[in-house]
């Protein structure tokens, strides 16, 4: 069995610990929430390598820009979401920072000014 991504639980632990967030299973998979609305689709639960589609109105090009980011499909393209498939390498605080861009941009404003940066 393939060892756990390093960043994957620092990544979702990030995630699910800014103001408000929470987990959810719809479909089957992960997803992080903030009043109701999803700014991180994690994937299957039991999937052991790290990717996440995030929301990405400002950051979508340089995400894009990586060979490790790709266009969702299920029309999730239009909305500038982006999914990450980072190497095990990869910066913690570039995954963190798109995360908090995605959570930003779906959180009500009273929560914005509470998050982290």
Known sequence: ????????????????GLPEAYEDHP?????AKVNKKIFVFFGMPDDARLSFTVKLPRS???ALSMEWSTVPGYGLDRG??????????APLELLTGWIEESYRTV????????AVG
Do not use: C, Q
């Open 60 to 62: 979508s090009d340089e």
């Open 1 to 16: 069995m393939t060892a756990a991504h390093p960043l994957a639980e620092p990544v979702r632990a990030f995630a699910l």
């Open 80 to 89: 500038h979401w982006v999914t990450v498939t980072p190497p095990r390498d």
């Open 27 to 31: 479909w089957g998979e992960s997803v």
């Open 107 to 114: 959180a009500p404003k009273r929560l914005k000014d509470l």
